[in-house]
């Protein structure tokens, strides 16, 4: 069985009254009930954290070595300012997927460079919580795929 981390940034504990016009009215609470149901149907286990702290991001990252087998990281605002997130990505060497419930592409273009993209096997963005649901279902296919290979 799968173990997989879950990792949401800065500010998202505010959905569903942050911005609702950018991110919709879901809450984090509805993100992780949807990924918890995910996880049953897919037979993996999924843990959620969220902090607004990039040292708490980074230090989860790192005790995550050796804990799971992959990470799905929505590192929000961090994505285009931490170097510190994206070299504990790297250092542990998990497969990640970046997730944005907005589409960072067509927003302002600071949003639009992720330093978390380089490091990851991928990035979707765009979806709302089907973000989350996607991440999740291409990173349980890699690491299937990963175990024939």
Not at 47 to 71: H, Y
Not at 81 to 90: E, F, L, P
């Amino acid at each position: 069985m799968f173990h997989i981390l879950v990792l949401h940034g800065p500010n998202l504990n505010l959905l569903g009254v942050r911005e609702p016009d950018v991110y919709g009215s879901c809450t984090l609470a509805s993100i992780n009930a949807a990924m918890e149901k995910l996880a049953q149907e897919l037979t993996v286990q999924v843990e959620s954290k969220q902090s607004n702290l990039e040292g708490e991001l980074v230090t989860w990252i790192q005790e995550a070595r050796g804990r799971f087998d992959g990470l799905v990281i929505n590192p929000a605002a961090y994505t285009h300012t931490s170097i510190a997130i994206r070299d504990a990505i790297s250092a542990v060497a998990l497969p990640t997927v970046e997730v944005h419930l907005s589409n960072v592409y067509g927003r302002e273009t600071f949003r639009q460079q992720s330093f978390i993209a380089g490091v990851a096997l991928g990035q979707i963005a765009g979806f709302g919580v089907n973000s989350y649901v996607l991440a999740i279902r291409a990173l349980i296919e890699h690491l299937q795929t990963s175990m024939h290979s």
